[in-house]
Antibody, heavy 120, light 109 residues
């Protein structure tokens, strides 16, 4: 079964950091670009970051550029998102998602999400 | 960056047809994909590419596109189709890489 399982969320104070992880199984992880998407409480979906198959190309939304870092370990079938300098507006459910095909056709597998709450 | 605009809410009678639209400049260059999200659940891809459905998605879901508008049609809506629906595509500027639509709440009456 194709599956993505996120972990690492939690309650953190403004300015704090977390490392989110996404464990992949059931498919050849190294063959697919991967994405992080977040959803603030009661709001819509927001693309956060993407990474190529090798990890050599990374992309970020302007709202997180310079604060978040996406990475992957293909030997461990795991995607990461290092989130630093957290702000209240970063409070959201963070989903990892698998690219369907060649960046242009959407995200066909999603994890259940991990919740990040930024509050003092 | 581009924007993808959707109607906030639509309703449809059980068994009838509903069309959800998504407007944005990026849709002139890129396909839209569509996601269904039920409360407390992760999004599910229902349409991608020109009009393709992932395995397991009922054929009552279909997609189309014309100019700067993409559409998701549910033909013969079922109670379980009540959900939020989001369109999504590459951004025409390349930065940001992707953009999501504002979302449409579909209510099945």
């Amino acid at each position: 079964e194709v599956q993505l399982v996120e972990s690492g969320g939690g309650l953190v104070q403004p300015g704090g950091s977390l490392r989110l992880s996404c464990a992949a199984s059931g498919f050849t992880f190294s063959s697919y670009a991967m994405h992080w998407v977040r959803q603030a409480p009661g709001k819509g979906l927001e693309w956060v970051s993407s990474i190529s198959t090798s990890g050599g190309s990374t992309y970020y939304a302007d709202s997180v550029k310079g604060r978040f870092t996406i990475s992957r370990d293909n030997s461990k079938n795991t995607l990461y998102l290092q989130v630093n300098s957290l702000r209240a507006e970063d409070t959201a459910v963070y989903y990892c998602a698998k690219d369907l095909l060649e960046w242009n056709y959407g995200m066909d597998v999603w994890g259940q999400g991990t919740t990040v709450t930024v509050s003092s | 960056s581009s924007e993808l605009t959707q109607d906030p809410a639509v309703s449809v009678a059980l068994g009838q047809t509903v069309r959800i639209t998504c407007q944005g400049d990026s849709l002139r260059s890129y396909y839209a994909s569509w996601y269904q999200q039920k409360p407390g659940q992760a999004p599910v891809l229902v349409i991608y590419g020109k009009d393709d459905r992932p395995s397991g998605i009922p054929d009552r879901f279909s997609g189309s596109s014309s100019g700067n508008t993409a559409s998701l049609t549910i033909t013969g809506a079922q109670a379980e189709d009540e959900a939020d629906y989001y369109c999504h595509s590459r951004d025409i500027s390349g930065n940001p890489l992707y953009v999501f639509g504002t979302g449409t709440k579909v209510t099945v009456l």
